[in-house]
């Protein structure tokens, strides 16, 4: 390998840290869990339901003067974000979202989000004048129709921790499928609880991410649990902990090298690719990084405690059986 980040011959004692790392796990994982029922996730169009409309922002139209005509117009929170096109000569876009409005007389939830999106859509018209006026696009969600989103985005996530479990069961033993689901749950609350934190949009987008954290995080853990099973097979008598060692030791470059070139990419598109993508390429950003430490100190910590079948234990003797002379 023309380009190493990690010795060839290294023997840093992983599993003497992992009492360490489990207390580090077990916080952040408590504080995940606070800040999701604490503060909650900013939950976007797709699964809070509203509006958003998009609308090409004039230098003379500030972002108070957009909230505050639309302010009048809509119940409930009026957020408005700039943002900034492609291209070289791209104008700044305002991007209004309002939160699902109340229905009135026979209207339904769909009919009142409509009408709302019209009279929001004409005053900015009013605002910023009808010859420079542009909107880009315009979206809503009923509340009926975002449930069911939210639902479905945590079926699917279930779904991929249940499948990854009985694959790995198959691939190795059921201590590796408990080491690398319990790695899988640790990345996924995390992820979530770092949402909470920041403020960040929770969308569908933002779950299509989760379930490339997952995936991410189950390559970089087969690849460790295969370099253990072949370990511990060649070194049968020597204790499982420095196995595990050994193992992490000689995939250590690999990942290094892996998740690097991953996230320059990742911090390329959080930094230039506007706030359309942020929320995502932040989402794999930080999971990334919690995979590569989880796939180390709780999937491989898991599977040191509960033990593996090393094919070491001594075949049973049949009574009466004297061999072949």
Do not use: C
């Amino acid at each position: 390998m023309l380009l190493r980040l990690w010795p060839e011959k290294t023997k840093v004692s992983f599993m003497s840290l992992r009492f360490v790392a489990l207390i580090i796990s077990v916080v952040a994982l408590l504080a995940s869990a606070a800040m999701l029922t604490t503060r909650g996730l900013n939950l976007g169009i797709d699964f809070a339901g509203g509006a958003v409309i998009e609308v090409d922002k004039p230098e003379d139209i500030s972002a108070d003067m957009i909230r505050s005509t639309v302010t009048g117009l809509v119940t409930g929170d009026v957020q408005v974000n700039s943002a900034r096109g492609t291209g070289p000569n791209a104008p700044e876009i305002a991007v209004v979202r309002f939160e699902p409005q109340p229905p009135v007389g026979d209207e339904t939830p769909d009919e009142a989000q409509n009408r709302a999106g019209d009279e929001v859509g004409a005053a900015l018209r009013d605002l910023i004048g009808a010859d420079r006026y542009n909107e880009r696009s315009r979206a809503s969600v009923g509340p009926k129709v975002s449930g069911e989103l939210f639902r479905s985005g945590i079926i699917a996530l279930t779904v991929a921790l249940g499948l990854m479990m009985v694959y790995i069961s198959f691939r190795f033993q059921w201590q590796y499928a408990l080491g690398a689901v319990a790695a899988l749950f640790h990345d996924v609350i995390l992820t979530m609880g770092m949402f909470a934190l920041t403020g960040f949009e929770f969308n569908l987008a933002t779950i299509a991410a989760l379930l490339t954290i997952v995936g991410y995080s189950m390559n970089d853990t087969v690849i460790v649990f295969d370099r253990v099973r072949e370990e511990a097979r060649k070194y049968k008598k020597l204790e499982l902990s420095k196995v595990v060692d050994l193992a992490i030791n000689a995939t250590m470059s690999r990942t290094l090298l892996t998740s690097g070139t991953t996230l320059l990419a990742l911090l390329s598109i959080f930094l230039f690719g506007g706030p359309v993508l942020r929320g995502m390429s932040f989402a794999l950003i930080f999971g990334v990084i919690v995979g590569t430490y989880s796939s180390i100190f709780v999937a491989s910590a898991v599977v040191l405690l509960l033990g593996i079948d090393r094919g070491d234990k001594p075949k049973r003797e049949v009574e009466g059986f004297q061999g072949v002379g």
